[in-house]
């Protein structure tokens, strides 16, 4: 973390100024934060979790592809090698999600798309997706044959780490929303370090479902209204991350929770490392 002890006065104004009042005003109402040097060493720690937060969505979201990708080349596509197959191109995706496809296998060229050259290969395509694309390959119902796409039987090769991997437990409607509901958790919390916000502030927690006629999101708990709230429902966004990391790859998040970046989110949500950072001291 950046000394702002060893800073002059006129120093930490400049840094301030460089931030915004503004910007630091939030942390001022929301943690009571007495003085600059407080509200910075807040915001310090802000910036901190923001990084740890983002290798565990990183790595989420590279397992993730990988495993969509696998499970469907395995059903769908002929172009490519086994296990890495064109399956964009055998399915009837929603209409954003061809574009995105679209955008990178093709080039417009005065309202013609034409195929780039080199081709793409699918390897090329699946690694250039953004991870908004994934939860919503669960809207696809049928291949561009007008057969149903078998999810039941798709999400468990996603998932083995999963405790549910029958495919019977995958067919409802319900079970299926969940993952989607847990997918989107993930893809909300890094836009929200993609775009620098502050990830203390959180609106209401829902139940992992989604809007479906006649049946909406039940809210569990409002927005988070105090630090320990705050740090509360960070530890909750913590485990289910992990835990969604265990469905993709059992043995990838035994090893992620032991290494040094999860053990410093963890020591992140602490009561104790907000007052280290207040007082603008060295945390662990």
């Known amino acids: ?13 400049e840094v301030i100024q460089a931030i915004s009042h503004v910007r630091l005003g939030s942390y001022r109402r929301f943690f009571q ?24 969505t990183d790595l989420i979201e590279v397992v993730l592809r990988n495993k969509f990708h696998a499970a469907l080349s395995q059903r769908y596509g002929q172009l490519g090698s086994a296990g890495s197959r064109d399956w964009y191109a055998h399915l009837r995706l929603p209409q954003k999600s061809f574009e995105k496809v679209r955008d990178i296998t093709h080039v417009n060229n005065r309202g013609n798309w034409r195929p780039r050259q080199p081709a793409r290969t699918p390897d090329d395509v699946v690694s250039n997706l953004t991870f908004g694309f994934w939860p919503r390959l669960l809207d696809v119902s049928t291949d561009t044959n007008q057969v149903a796409v078998p999810w039941n039987h798709i999400i468990p090769d996603v998932l083995p780490g999963h405790r549910q991997r029958v495919e019977t437990y995958w067919r409802p409607q319900a079970h299926q929303d969940a993952f989607f509901a847990r997918l989107d958790l993930c893809n909300d919390l890094r836009n929200r370090i993609a775009h620098l916000e502050p990830i203390w502030k959180l609106g209401p927690l829902r139940e992992e479902a989604r809007n479906r ?20 429902r960070l530890r909750l966004i913590d ?25 410093r989110c963890v020591a992140l949500l602490t009561p104790a490392a907000l007052d280290a950072y207040r007082q603008n001291r060295p945390f662990p």
């Open 1 to 13: 973390m950046l000394d702002y002890n060893n800073m002059s006065a006129q120093n930490v104004q």
């Open 213 to 232: 006629p006649g049946r909406q999101v039940n809210i569990v708990d409002g927005p988070t209204r105090t630090p320990q709230e705050s740090l509360d």
């Open 239 to 263: 485990d289910r991350l992990i835990e969604l990391l265990h469905w993709l790859s059992p043995t990838l998040a035994w090893f992620y929770r032991q290494c040094p970046t999860h053990s």
């Open 33 to 56: 934060a007495g003085t600059d040097l407080e509200a910075l060493g807040l915001y310090q720690w802000n910036e901190d979790l923001r990084e740890a937060f983002a290798r565990t």
